[in-house]
């Protein structure tokens, strides 16, 4: 289950423009993860408890060697690859290891907290690097709005026009190539913006004078992780 897929974007940067951006699906990481310095990630699961969950697929955009604002995109499926009795089970840890095991790499997400426990019970082992997430410096930023959404901050940041559709989310069990092509497309599309969205969310943070709490609040993010892996929420750390 091996395919690539061409899609055709409105620009992040240039939102009057349109990009090509291709995709690969596929059930093992086929990029080169261990020189480039941020990740865009994003999980697709099932359930919403850790001890329940299952990951179906996860998305990686990474910088294109050589090519400013290009993407590498790739979705993994990982249903049956993550499954601890599939040949390829080892195979997928071990590059999942690879990644989370580097301390100069940024992971960029949106809402970290839902992804970053499932990537590291997936690979069995802590994340050393360190973590962007859009939603968390968001709602530093925006304390006045309860609107922090990936859409929501895509429509406000980055392009006007952009809308999502309703998914059908049952088919995520399935292999990619028997998903209709909204959920195809919505797969790349989440990992698509983050990189512009974290770029942007700076400068607004820069503007404001909030650099420096935003990146605070991010060394927390690891950490947090493995409290949720535990059983526990930010609760406990609360008066």
């Known amino acids: 289950m091996n395919f690539t897929r061409k899609f055709k974007f409105r620009s992040p940067y240039m939102p009057d423009s349109f990009l090509t951006q291709e995709a690969v699906f596929t059930e093992e990481l086929t990029f080169d993860y261990s020189k480039i310095p941020w990740i865009a990630v994003d999980t697709e699961y099932l359930s919403f408890d850790l001890n329940q969950d299952r990951l179906c697929a996860i998305q990686l955009a990474s910088p294109k060697e050589g090519a400013e604002n290009e993407l590498n995109i790739e979705v993994v499926w990982v249903w049956n690859s993550l499954n601890p009795k599939s040949e390829a089970q080892n ?8 990644i989370l095991a580097r301390t100069d790499v940024e992971l960029i997400m949106h809402v970290a907290s839902a992804d970053l426990p499932r990537l590291q019970i997936a690979a069995g082992v802590e994340f050393k690097g360190s973590v962007f997430d859009t939603k968390v410096a968001s709602r530093i930023l925006f304390s006045n709005s309860h609107e922090h959404g990936l859409v929501y901050l895509i429509q406000t940041l980055l392009d006007p026009k952009y809308n999502e559709e309703k998914q059908n989310y ?9 998903w209709d092509d909204k959920l195809v497309q919505y797969t790349v599309k989440d990992v698509f913006y983050l990189h512009a969205l974290r770029e942007r969310l700076l400068e607004v943070a820069k503007r404001r004078g909030q650099v420096s709490l935003i990146k605070h609040a991010m060394k927390t993010l690891p950490h947090l992780a493995s409290l949720y892996q535990a059983g526990y929420t930010e609760k406990v750390l609360s008066y």
Do not use: F, G, I, S
């Open 91 to 98: 195979v997928v840890k071990e590059q999942l290891t690879r």
């Open 170 to 178: 049952t088919q995520l069990d399935l292999a990619p190539n028997q």
